[in-house]
């Protein structure tokens, strides 16, 4: 089991900046991919940025350039570093882990979600 608790949302005006935060406990040693998502009303759920195990990132199109994930592996925590922050980046944030056991099974967990909210 992984648990994943977020932290860091808020509002803000548009191009401003905030940093989330998604700390990781359990069996964090099986963790092979962390993530975030977002979820804006009316909207599908959608990738935001991911980070693989060995640390190579992806992006979506919309925040390349603006946004930022890393990891501290010491603290367990992945973060989310949003700048130049836009009125279409409001959503419902969400952190993601990828976990692969021992017996090659794949499981999926999920934050609680964090509302950020950037008006104009």
């Known amino acids: 089991q992984v648990q994943l608790v977020e932290s860091g949302g808020g509002l803000v005006q548009a191009g401003g900046s905030l940093r989330l935060s998604c700390a990781a406990s359990g069996n964090t040693d099986s963790i092979n991919a962390m993530g975030w998502y977002r979820q804006a009303p009316g909207k599908q759920r959608e990738l935001v940025a991911s980070?693989?195990?060995?640390?190579?990132?992806n992006y979506a199109a919309p925040v390349k350039g603006r946004f930022t994930i890393s990891r501290e592996k010491v603290k367990e925590t992945v973060y989310l570093q949003m700048n130049s922050l836009k009125p279409e980046d409001t959503a419902v944030y969400f952190c993601h882990a990828r976990v692969l056991y021992s017996d090659a099974t794949l499981q999926t967990y999920w934050g609680q979600g964090t509302q950020v909210t950037v008006s104009s």
């Open positions: 980070i693989s195990s060995g640390d190579i990132t």
